[in-house]
C-alpha cells in the first residue's frame, strides 16, 4: 500500500503540474556591434566580428531561433569599405537588423548608414525610449494605479500608467524619436517601445489589478547566474547561466496569462559566439524545445516583437479599456506547485462579493482561511505560507484548497506542499 500510495502521490504531482496557464512567451536575442568602434578601419578586426556573426546566425537558425543584431556607425561603414554587408547576410538568414533610435547626430548618420545597406523598412529600432527623470518613482506610481510592473526605465513604468493619471513631468521634448514609426505618430507615446525594459530578474506573481502586458529583460547572458551581476564586462558564458535563462523562460511560461503580451528579452555579447560556447547555445535551446513545439515559445527578432504587439493591440480590448474585468468566476491553480515556503493563488471574479478562500487538509479539516471578506471584481491573488490559522507550520501533503463567493460560486482544487 505504501508503494501504491507513492505511485499515486507522483501521478498527481505530474497532474498538477502540468496545469500551467500557458499565456505564449515571445523570446528575443539581441546581438550588441559596439563593442569595439575600429570596425571601419581594422579589416582583419572587422571580418573577425563578421564571422562570429554568421557562426551565431547559422547556430540559431539550426534550433529555429532568431536574434537581432545591434549596429554601430563603424561596424556600417565596415560593411561598405571592406565589401561585405554581413547585414544583408544575416536579414537572408531571417535574423534581424536595427540600430539605436534618437536624435543626435550621430544617431541619424548611424540610421542611414544602415538604411544604405539593409532597406530602411527592414532597419528596425533597438532601443529608445523617454529620457529618465530620477525625480519621479515610476514603477510606484504604476502600483498606485493597479498595475503589476517590473522594476524598469522610464518609459516602460510610463506605459503602465494610464493617460489621464500620468505625471506631466514627461514632455514631448524628453520622447527619443522611433525608427518604428515616421513620421511620428499622435499616440507615440502610447507605443513607443512597448516591449522594451532593463534590468528586470523576476516576473510578478501579484494579480490585483490589470495587466497591459508582461514583459522582461535577463540582462546580459554571460552574467545572469546568481552572484556574477558585478561581473560585467568579464563575464564568462557557463551552465548557470544556461539554467538561470531557461528557469526564467519557463517561469514566464507558467505566469503568462493567454491574453497577456509576453517578452523575455536578453542580450548576446558578441563575444559569445565562439565555437568553445556553442554546446552552452546548444544547451539552452534544448532546453526550451519542449515550450518551443508546444507553441508556447516562440523565438523572434526585435522588429517582429513590435509587429506583434500592434496585432495583438489591435485584437484586444485591453489598451482601449484599462479595466479589464473578467467575464466570469474562476479559481487558477497555484504556483509553484509543489511548493515548499509558499505559493500564489490566483483567481478572478466578474462582480464584487463576499470572498472566502480557505485550505482543508486530507481528510477535509479547515486548517487556514485566507481570505473572508468583501471584494471587488476583477483579477486577485493571495499568498499562502503552508501555515495553520495559529501560525504553525503544517506537515508535507496534499490539501484542498477552495473559494467561495456568495453563493454564487464554489470551486475546489488540489495542491501539494513539499518539505
Known amino acids: 500500500w505504501r508503494s501504491y500510495g507513492l505511485i499515486l502521490l507522483l501521478l498527481l504531482c505530474l497532474t498538477i503540474t502540468s496545469q500551467a496557464k500557458g499565456g505564449k512567451v515571445y523570446v528575443g536575442f539581441m546581438i550588441h556591434l559596439e563593442e569595439d568602434w575600429n570596425d571601419n578601419v581594422n579589416e582583419n578586426l572587422f571580418r573577425y566580428h563578421a564571422r562570429q556573426l554568421r557562426q551565431g546566425a547559422s547556430l540559431f537558425k539550426r534550433f529555429g531561433a532568431k536574434f537581432t543584431a545591434e549596429s554601430a556607425l563603424p561596424f556600417a561603414q565596415g560593411c561598405v569599405n571592406f565589401g561585405d554587408n554581413v547585414l544583408q547576410a544575416l ?6 537588423v536595427g540600430s539605436h533610435s534618437g536624435k543626435t ?3 541619424r548618420e548611424t540610421k542611414s548608414a ?33 498595475f503589476k510592473y517590473i522594476d524598469g526605465p522610464v518609459y516602460f513604468c510610463y506605459l503602465m500608467v494610464p493617460r489621464e493619471q500620468r505625471p506631466d513631468q514627461v514632455s514631448d521634448q524628453e520622447i527619443i524619436d522611433s525608427l518604428y514609426h515616421d513620421p511620428v505618430p499622435p499616440d507615440f507615446a502610447e507605443r513607443i517601445h512597448p516591449h522594451r525594459i532593463q534590468s528586470a530578474t523576476t516576473f510578478p506573481t501579484d494579480t490585483t489589478g490589470p495587466i497591459l502586458f508582461l514583459t522582461g529583460s535577463l540582462g546580459e547572458l554571460g552574467s545572469l547566474a546568481e552572484g556574477r551581476k558585478n561581473c560585467f564586462p568579464y563575464c564568462e558564458f557557463n551552465k548557470a547561466d544556461v539554467d538561470t535563462f531557461v528557469a526564467k523562460v519557463r517561469q514566464a511560461v507558467e505566469l503568462a496569462e493567454p491574453n497577456d503580451f509576453t517578452v523575455v528579452y536578453c542580450h548576446t555579447p558578441l563575444k559569445l559566439y565562439k565555437p568553445e560556447y556553442e554546446w552552452l547555445f546548444e544547451k539552452m535551446f534544448n532546453g526550451l524545445a519542449g515550450l518551443v513545439d508546444s ?37 487558477f491553480q497555484n504556483y509553484p506547485n509543489p511548493f515548499n515556503s509558499e505559493t500564489v493563488i490566483r483567481y478572478q471574479l466578474p462582480a464584487s462579493g463576499n470572498v472566502e478562500l480557505s485550505i482543508y487538509n486530507g481528510i477535509g479539516q479547515k486548517i487556514r482561511t485566507l481570505l473572508n471578506s468583501s471584494q471587488p471584481s476583477g483579477n486577485h491573488s493571495t499568498t499562502w505560507d503552508g501555515k495553520d490559522d495559529w501560525g504553525n507550520p503544517v506537515s508535507s501533503g496534499i490539501y484542498i484548497y477552495q473559494l467561495k463567493v456568495g453563493c454564487e460560486f464554489l470551486q475546489i482544487k488540489k495542491l501539494l506542499l513539499l518539505k
Open 105 to 107: 547626430a550621430l544617431y
Open 91 to 96: 536579414l537572408d538568414s531571417t535574423m534581424g
Open 114 to 146: 544602415v538604411d544604405n545597406l539593409v532597406g530602411a523598412e527592414n532597419n528596425r529600432g533597438v532601443s529608445g525610449g523617454f529620457n529618465p527623470t530620477e525625480r519621479l518613482d515610476w514603477a510606484q506610481e504604476a502600483a498606485n494605479c493597479g
Open 295 to 331: 507553441s508556447l515559445v516562440e523565438y523572434v527578432t526585435q522588429g517582429e516583437i513590435y509587429d506583434h504587439f500592434l496585432e495583438w493591440e489591435q485584437t484586444t480590448s485591453i489598451f482601449k479599456n484599462q479595466s479589464n474585468f473578467p467575464q466570469s468566476f474562476s479559481l
